[in-house]
């Protein structure tokens, strides 16, 4: 038993219930009362039910099982890509579920010939149709290739995925590549991706997408050490291809509010919107190509600065959104965009590293929590679940150290990103990914005893 795992214990004991420790510390910080049903129970070690491994630390009463490991073949008999980041589930037929899968790969021979942007990079996107029940692949086949640093994305309620590049690489960068890059592609749910990018949804270092479905717009995040959140209003609901407008968040009467430090939790802004005239024009300084076109264009106008802003989802009627180095111990933020009143709302702002380290990707619950990944640097990195009024806990830690049990990979994992979390469509199963060596994970478990 490791420190950590004592004082989870010590904490459970003490309390008389099952309460995680970061749980315990987050809410005597502000002072607000601590709920005892929070989490699902302190973490231990399960084994993987693919390779039997014990990848993975869980509450108990769950398990699961991996598959779509990095050179596992596809149905061509392509290895699969590294890299598995951002991902969505869709429901098929038969219970069977389709994820689309991002794969983060840099300057690089494309995966696949098609539907390829760019013979010069390796990232893009995998679809897999998978039996969750009996833990079966029935299908793995390239969905887009040519991309580069496809990181996060989003789901649309239109069928479709968008994927987004985490760059603003060229030719003029990198003389290797033959197309510009820094967009968005759509890859439908059914049938084949054109490959073609969203030029009207702007060019810089992408991260996220979320979609209100009430109104068709999709919001934007940007990783970038001055970041701004943006809107982009389709012309027709549901065609990107057909153009838009785009727009970046600035808060009513407080321009340029720059919101990585001095913020305190439940804070909350009234916000409006500013275009963004020239949503092609990637570099602010040409000859520094830093990248900062689209951002100085909003923040000129009054746009607000967030720290990385990575994660972003739909759920309760508002927009999640995380700032991995957000707060005054650059450890982390959440965010809470609400169309309805026009307002941002700090949900969450990690104090130190062992409560939260730099959330990456999230999504809503069907029970309402928000759950993280994280791609810290303070060693293991975990899921956690987070409540709307800013309670969180542990739900899964990342162990992953192989031997070359699975594809010949070796190595102590436990530091690496945890990405891509989403439901299944029926709420069974969460899944994630652990971007290195590239594993996908199911889990399933008792659901109702917790609020994820």
Known sequence: MDRRDFLLKTAAVATGAVVPLHALLARAATGAPIRQTLGYGPLAPVNDSTTGLPLLHLPPGFTYFTFGWTKDPLDDGSPTPAMHDGMAAYPLPGGLVRLIRNHEVGTA?????????????????????????????IRSAASLAGTVRNCAGGPTPWGSWLTCEETTADPQSDARLSRDHGWIFEVPVEGRATAEPLKAMGCFVHEAIAVDPATGDVYETEDATQSGFYRFIPKARGRMASGGT????????SPQLDTRKGQKNGVTYPVEWVPIARPEQVHDDVEKRDGAGVFQQGFTQGG????????????????????????????GQVWEYTPATESVR?????PGWDILDYPDCLCVSPRGGLVLCEDGSGGANFVRGLTLDGQIFDFARQSV???????????????????GV????????????????????????PWSNGVL
């Open 401 to 419: 150290v192989l031997k070359g049990e699975r594809n010949g990979f070796t190595g102590d994992f436990r530091s690496m990103e945890v990405a």
């Open 346 to 350: 700090l949900v969450f702002e990690s």
């Open 304 to 331: 607000a600065i967030f720290a990385r802003l990575e994660g972003a989802w739909y759920g309760n009627g508002a927009i999640f959104f995380t700032a991995t180095s957000g707060g005054d111990r650059q450890r």
């Open 422 to 445: 989403t439901f299944s469509p029926d709420g069974r199963w969460l899944l994630f990914n652990v971007q290195t060596p590239g594993i996908t994970f199911a889990v399933t478990g």
């Open 109 to 137: 021979p494309a995966f696949a010939s098609s539907p390829a942007y760019d013979p010069a990079a390796g990232g893009g996107t995998t679809t897999i149709d998978v039996d969750l029940v009996n833990a079966k692949v």
């Open 246 to 253: 785009l727009e970046m968040l600035a808060v009513k009467g």
